[in-house]
């Protein structure tokens, strides 16, 4: 027999990871009616602008959990472990939101169109349930949610949507900096959260918030096709490529 203290450690990061993996399945089948869409030339600009929708938002939450952690920091050791990762992850996610404007321009959308435009209100439900979560149960939650978000299209897959679209490639600047960059990412988050002194508890905040992230980020692109479609009915029944 096995002993207990044989068996292998299952790490924070990893328990967090199955618990997305249960749900993922379903934002992957959204995700990719999006993005594999025969008519992409026509839907991507949509598509950027919602990304740009929630991307805007990700260094001010970043730093709201920040300044939530900083707060319990004191009696906090999660919190207070949390701290300095924040800190330095939002420097590394600033000015994204301009990138993604700058994209949007390549494909003749001026940054004041897109500042204009109302976000769906699936954006600001996926945004706005980090703050519930942050300032009225614990910043801890949030990291289920940059652990969802930090999973961009391949820079492979790029390749063959640019290819397939025909769209310039300098319309995917920032998509391609995120297929680079956010394994690097996961590997830094990974580290921090596997040294935080999370109890039980903290990984039922952090499971619950996964799941909501999924179904939430599932319903964004679920919405923006429903709209596209919607509003260019010629345009999405139509079949193959431009």
Partial sequence: M???????????SRRLREKIELVRPRLHEAA???WNHPRLAY??????YTIHSAIRATVPTIKAAEACARSLAA????????????????EEEKDHDEWTLDDLTVLGVTRADAWQRIPSPAVAALVG?????????????????QAVMEG??????LEYTIGRTGLP??????????AKADPHHVREFDQMIDGLPLQDWHHTIIGVNAFQTVELLTRV???????????????????GTV
Avoid: K, N
């Fill in 2 to 12: 096995i002993s207990d203290s044989a068996l292998p450690v299952q790490t924070h």
């Fill in 32 to 34: 990719g009616e999006v």
């Fill in 43 to 48: 839907l991507f600009p949509d598509l950027l």
């Fill in 75 to 90: 009696h906090d050791p999660v919190a207070a472990g949390m701290v300095d990762y924040l800190a330095h992850h939002a």
């Fill in 129 to 145: 349930t980090q703050y519930y979560w942050m300032h009225h149960v614990h910043p801890v939650a949030y990291l289920s949610y």
């Fill in 152 to 157: 961009p299209p391949s820079v492979e897959f």
């Fill in 169 to 178: 490639r300098e319309a995917f600047g920032t998509q391609f900096f995120h």
């Fill in 221 to 239: 692109y679920e919405d923006l096709l429903e709209r596209f479609e919607a509003e260019h009915p010629e345009r999405a029944v139509a079949s």
